[in-house]
C-alpha cells in the first residue's frame, strides 16, 4: 500500500481485515502512528456492533506493517497507490516501483480523476497496470471501480475484480476516462449545488434539504462535499475540466475562494458548514 492517508488507511484496513498481509509505506513513524490508531478505532466500532470479534480485531492489526521504505513493497503481489492527485509523485513512486517488483506483481491506482494510462505508460508493465478505485469511507462504502485501459491483460483485470470481491467489496468495470463512472456523473452534479449557492437560487441548508427530502439522498450535496473536502473536490474538478473542456467540470470561483481561505470542509473544521459547534451551523460565506 502505497500512503496512509484517509483512503490509504481505509484499504489497508479492509485488506488486513480479509486475511491479507499488508505493508503500509508512506513517508513518516507519525503519519503510521495515527493511521495506525484510526484502525484501531474503526475495528473497535465494528466490535462493538458485533460485526468483528475481538480476536479478528487483533488479527488484523496483527497482518499491518509499516514502512518508509518503497523497496520493502517489492514482493507483494498488488500494490495499491493512494497517494494525492499529483501525477508527477504517482510516476515517480511508480517507476522506482517497477525496477524493484516482480513480474507478476499488479499496480493499482486508487486515482479518482486521473487516468490509469497516464500512470502505466510511465512503467515497462503495461499490461499488469489497473485501477481499483475505493470510496470514502472504505471499510462502509460497497463500492470498487476496477478500471481496464487500452493495455490492461484479462488476466490483470480478473485478479484485480476477484481481489475486490475477496474484501467483500462489489466491483463495477469502467473504462479508463477521467473520472469512471462514479465521479463523472457525481463532480458536475456538486459544482452545480455550488452555483446553485453562488447565485443565491437556494442557501446552503435548503439546497441540502431539497436534495435530500425530493431525491430521497442520505445527504445533501453540500454536506457531501464537506465531507469528501472541497480541496479534494477542487483538485479533481480541475483535472476533469483540464480533461474534458467541459464548463460543467470547472470549479466554481465560490469553491476556489473557499479552498483559498482554508475552507475545506471537516477536516479542516470549516467548510460550508461550521463544525466547531455541536450540531454543525451553516458558515458565513459572505453572499
Known amino acids: 500500500m ?4 484517509l483512503m490509504g488507511t481505509g484499504i489497508a484496513q479492509v485488506a488486513a481485515t480479509a486475511g491479507y498481509q499488508t505493508i503500509v509505506r508512506d513517508v513518516a513513524p507519525e503519519i503510521w502512528s495515527r493511521a495506525r490508531a484510526n484502525i484501531d478505532k474503526s475495528l473497535a466500532k465494528f466490535v462493538e456492533k458485533n460485526k468483528l470479534s475481538a480476536a479478528e480485531k487483533a488479527a488484523a492489526l496483527d497482518r499491518l506493517r509499516f514502512t518508509t521504505e518503497t523497496r520493502d513493497l517489492a514482493a507483494c503481489d498488488l500494490i495499491i497507490e493512494a497517494v494525492s492527485e499529483d501525477l508527477e509523485l504517482k510516476n515517480a513512486l511508480w517507476k522506482e516501483l517497477d525496477q524493484l517488483a516482480g513480474p507478476r506483481t499488479i499496480f493499482a491506482s486508487n486515482t479518482s480523476s486521473l487516468t490509469i494510462a497516464a500512470m502505466a505508460a510511465a512503467t515497462r508493465r503495461p499490461d499488469r ?12 462504502m460497497q463500492l470498487v471501480e476496477v478500471v481496464r485501459t487500452v493495455t490492461t491483460s484479462a488476466d490483470t483485470y480478473t485478479r484485480a475484480t476477484a481481489f475486490a470481491a475477496s474484501l467483500g467489496k462489489a466491483a463495477v468495470a469502467a473504462q479508463d476516462v477521467s473520472g469512471f463512472l462514479v465521479n463523472l456523473l457525481l463532480v458536475p452534479y456538486l459544482l452545480d449545488a455550488i452555483r446553485v449557492v453562488e447565485r443565491r437560487i437556494g442557501t446552503v441548508a435548503d439546497v441540502d434539504r431539497a436534495m435530500q427530502l425530493g431525491c430521497g439522498y442520505p445527504m445533501g450535496p453540500l454536506t457531501l462535499l464537506d465531507f469528501v473536502g472541497l480541496d479534494t473536490t477542487y483538485k479533481i474538478a480541475e483535472i476533469m475540466f483540464l480533461e474534458y473542456r467541459e464548463s460543467r467540470y470547472a470549479p466554481p ?4 475562494r473557499m479552498v483559498l481561505a482554508g475552507m475545506n470542509g471537516r477536516k479542516s473544521g ?11 451551523t451553516v458558515s458565513d460565506l459572505g453572499l
Not at 502505497?2 to 492517508?5: A, N, P
Not at 497496470?129 to 462502509?140: E, R, S, T
Open 2 to 5: 502505497l500512503g496512509c492517508g
Open 129 to 140: 497496470f489497473v485501477g481499483l478505485h475505493f470510496f470514502n469511507p472504505v471499510p462502509l
Open 253 to 256: 470561483p465560490l469553491l476556489k
Open 270 to 280: 470549516k467548510g460550508f458548514y461550521d463544525y466547531s459547534v455541536d450540531p454543525p
